[in-house]
């Protein structure tokens, strides 16, 4: 598909590019008015700068539209999806046709585009991520010493959005030359003039304020846009912004540079209009015949051989969040794919362990946490296995960037570090107490909260191995090791390390709380009452039926116990999934953070907040009654 000559485009490539821009755009319009909905203005303005970037400039084969061995598009402002659609069509990744069943029930041509169609390597549509996920490709190029070029269309009004400035850094102080930003600045936003219009001076400086390569043309001049996409690919040293000025709704003088018609279809009197004044008649696209184009089956993460089992002297101490890092280490070594991205605290999530042994695959995410995770769905979109890690606290600032994770059916790991109040000393801004809600609310995601060393070593390799959106919970303080290296963690599942035929009552922990039950069941036991624990350190999925056998056994007296808020913590998913297997259960108490946190020793404030084995032993007390 590549036809770049370094003498540059000859004129009868500017005439076939020309052509293909104007089918572009008559394909957009058409299937906006056939859909009824869409925004086919904002399709328009981008007619010449996607017919340059798909049949000029990118290394392409439609029939391996995702290939490691070509170039990538991430199309960032993900609402103009009929301009990506008709390129892919006019490149022969499905038919015209197909392109005509827009946002159709039947169809795989949704609103808005995700992967579920090949040639697409993220969801996009929330605005601001696209430059992220390209990003995400590109080191991923890098790392694999590829000769892939990553191409990002994005929208001037989503140019608003502190996302795009943060990958603008990241692809800068990376040096991404394998990157070209292509800007369709065409000044209208949805329901007013974006911030800066048509000032393309100051896109220009903020780019290259970043260490882009940027240079302003007239978006809709063919030549301009292809010349600019060959100087970009023949920029070394850093990636390049190519700010296009543009007209929205450019070729129908109706509406063309108009407020008012963002995300509004033509009338088909207005199409006939349109498809005139863009010189010719109606193409004839035949009826299409149904046949799907989903893309089946979606990548899943590579297998590996298992690595050695973890060791730990017995008796020792470890925080979970350190054996995390081991965990990575180890992993490292049997499995090239893994890769880790940190926010600036590397030294406390203990990915530094990775990062030392395999710098090569481990990359600075600096305090940019919406960045990291877009930049991990690159990474996954690559077939690397990537683990993305911050403070558990401020994954929730990247929150909408994991839900369009989850769209993008990207396979990316989570470590949430310092959770809760048992961190202690730092005080409540850095305590998450929102991330088993937040994070079981994603689709397709796994929630593991580790309470020892070796469960967290295991379940950090049965990260990388599950598809999906998985989720890893560590602890701040050092805890005793309870499990044997060969112990197994599958998932759903959790453990029994406390039982007897004479329990009264279950108690469900993890974490820092499981420990706090395993005190709780010493004192009971002193006083003449037995109690079941349970290491629930799958929060999700979780197995009801076989959840509901224990806390039968015990009277169906159920005590949960976590330090979270109680709102869609651990105690609402064991209620959830007890109530599903029809076993609810007949006297509970769940117990959680149960005030506003402020600083202390982890100990004053885990027994303050009403999760130490104190508040245990009365709850346990409690529902015996
Ligand atoms: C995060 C986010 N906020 C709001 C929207 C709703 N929205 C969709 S398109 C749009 C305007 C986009 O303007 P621009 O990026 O300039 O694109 P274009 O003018 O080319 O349509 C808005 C506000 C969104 N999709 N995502």
Request: with cysteine; net charge neutral; aromatic share 8%.
């Amino acid at each position: 598909m590549s036809v770049t000559s370094p003498a540059g485009p000859s004129q009868a490539t500017v005439e076939t590019i020309k052509q293909k821009a104007r089918l572009l755009s008559i394909y957009s319009m058409m299937s906006t008015t056939a859909a009824g909905s869409g925004h086919p203005t904002s399709c328009m303005s981008a007619a010449q700068l996607m017919a340059g970037i798909f049949f000029y400039a990118m290394k392409f084969d439609p029939k391996n539209a995702n290939s490691n061995n070509d170039d990538r598009f991430v199309l960032s402002k993900g609402h103009a999806a009929p301009v990506l659609y008709s390129a892919l069509a006019e490149a022969g990744v499905f038919p015209v046709s197909r392109v005509m069943t827009l946002r159709e029930f039947s169809s795989e041509l949704e609103g808005h585009p995700t992967p579920r169609i090949h040639g697409v390597d993220a969801a996009t549509g929330s605005l601001g991520q696209g430059l992220s996920v390209g990003a995400g490709l590109a080191i991923g190029a890098r790392m694999d010493k590829s000769d892939t070029r990553v191409y990002v269309l994005l929208g001037d009004g989503e140019m608003a959005e502190g996302q795009i400035w943060e990958a603008a850094e990241f692809a800068g102080h990376y040096k991404l030359d394998n990157l070209t930003v292509i800007a369709d600045v065409n000044a209208l936003g949805q329901s007013e003039p974006t911030m800066y219009q048509h000032d393309m001076e100051t896109y220009r400086k903020k780019f290259d304020s970043e260490g882009f390569a940027t240079e302003v043309i007239d978006g809709h001049d063919v030549s301009a846009v292809l010349a600019a996409l060959d100087r970009a690919k023949a920029t070394k040293g850093r990636p390049q912004a190519i700010l296009a000025r543009t007209i929205k709704g450019h070729g129908f003088a109706e509406v063309a540079g108009k407020m008012g018609w963002h995300g509004k279809p033509f009338s088909k009197e207005q199409l006939a209009r349109a498809i005139a004044e863009q010189g010719g008649t109606p193409p004839v696209v035949p009826p299409d015949p149904g046949k799907s184009y989903e893309r089946k089956p979606l990548p899943t993460p590579p297998d590996f051989p298992a690595p050695p089992a973890p060791e730990y002297e017995a008796g020792k101490v470890v925080a979970t969040r350190e054996a995390y890092g081991f965990a990575l280490k180890r992993l490292g070594a049997v499995n090239p794919h893994v890769v880790a991205v940190s926010c600036d605290v590397k030294n406390s999530t203990f990915s530094e362990f990775f990062g030392d042994a395999y710098p090569d695959r481990f990359c600075q995410g600096y305090i940019a946490e919406q960045n990291m995770i877009s930049v991990g769905v690159g990474l996954a979109a690559r077939g690397k296995v990537p683990f993305l890690d911050t403070f558990a606290c401020f994954h929730s600032r990247a929150y909408d960037q994991v839900r369009m994770a989850a769209i993008s059916r990207a396979n990316i790991n989570l470590c949430g570090s310092h959770c809760g109040v048992s961190i202690g000393e730092d005080g409540p801004s850095q305590m998450a107490l929102e991330d088993i809600a937040m994070m079981r609310a994603v689709h397709s995601s796994a929630v593991l909260y580790p309470s020892d060393a070796i469960s967290t070593e295991r379940l950090t390799e049965t990260m990388a191995r599950r598809p999906g959106i998985n989720y890893l919970r560590t602890s701040r303080p050092k805890t005793a090791i309870l499990y044997s290296k060969d112990e197994k963690f599958p998932l759903p599942g959790f453990k029994v390390p406390r039982q007897s035929a004479q329990d009264k009552v279950t108690v469900v922990g993890a974490g820092i709380t499981l420990h706090e039950a395993l005190k709780a069941a010493d004192q009971l036991k002193s006083q003449g009452t037995a109690i079941r624990v349970i290491d629930l350190y799958c929060i999700k999925p979780i197995d009801g039926k076989a959840l509901a056998e224990q806390i039968k056994a015990t009277g169906g007296r159920l005590v949960t116990v976590e330090d979270h808020w109680p709102e869609g913590g651990l105690g609402e998913a064991v209620l959830t999934a007890l109530a599903e297997a029809g076993a609810a259960p007949s006297k509970f108490k769940l117990l959680a953070v149960n005030g506003m946190p402020h600083s202390g020793k982890p100990d004053e404030l885990v027994d303050a907040f009403g999760i130490s084995a104190r508040h245990i032993v009365d709850a346990v007390k409690k529902v015996s009654q």
